[in-house]
C-alpha cells in the first residue's frame, strides 16, 4: 500500500469516527426526549393521585410503559449501530500504524481496570426498565381494590 493509498484511509477513518460520535450524540439526544417525556408523565400521574382524576392513572401508566419499551428499543437500535461502526473502524484500523479504538475494545473486554467494564447499554436501559416497574407499580395500587372487591364477594 502506497503513502496515498494510507493517506485516504486515514480520511475515511477520521470521517468514519466522527460518524460514530454524531450517532452517540444522536442516542444522548434520544435518551433525554425519553427522560424528560417519562419524567412529564410521572409528574401527571402524581397530579392524578392527589385529584379524582384516577382512571386516567392508568391510560397514563400504560402510555409510559409503552413509552419505556419504545425507548428500551432505540437504545438496543443505537447499540446495533454503534457495534457496526466500531467493527468498521477496527478493520480501519488494520491499515494504521496504531489502532487506538481496537486496543481499547481489547482492554476494556478483558477487565483490566481494577472492576469488570460495565457497558454502557446495560446500565442505560436500567432506567426505562425502573420506569416501567414504576407505571406498574401504579397500575397495580388502582385495581388492587377492584380485585379484592370481586374476590370477597
Not at 401527571?44 to 397514563?60: D, N, Q, R, S, V
Amino acid at each position: 500500500m502506497d503513502k496515498e493509498d494510507r493517506k485516504i484511509i486515514f480520511e475515511e477513518y477520521k470521517l468514519y469516527v466522527q460518524t460514530a460520535e454524531n450517532n452517540s450524540d444522536r442516542r444522548q439526544t434520544a435518551n433525554n426526549f425519553f427522560l424528560s417525556f417519562n419524567s412529564i408523565l410521572i409528574s401527571g400521574t402524581g397530579f392524578l393521585l392527589a385529584t379524582t382524576g384516577k382512571p386516567w392513572l392508568i391510560l397514563l401508566s400504560l402510555v409510559g410503559i409503552l413509552s419505556s419499551f419504545l425507548w428500551v428499543t432505540t437504545i438496543n437500535s443505537y447499540r446495533q449501530l454503534n457495534s457496526g461502526k466500531f467493527k468498521v473502524i477496527h478493520d480501519l484500523e488494520e491499515y494504521l500504524p496504531y489502532a487506538l479504538f481496537k486496543k481499547e475494545w481489547n482492554y476494556l473486554g478483558k477487565g483490566i481496570q481494577r472492576r469488570k467494564y460495565k457497558k454502557l447499554t446495560l446500565v442505560e436501559t436500567g432506567v426505562p426498565y425502573t420506569f416501567m416497574l414504576l407505571y406498574g407499580f401504579l397500575i397495580l395500587i388502582q385495581i388492587i381494590p377492584y380485585l379484592c372487591l370481586l374476590w370477597s364477594s
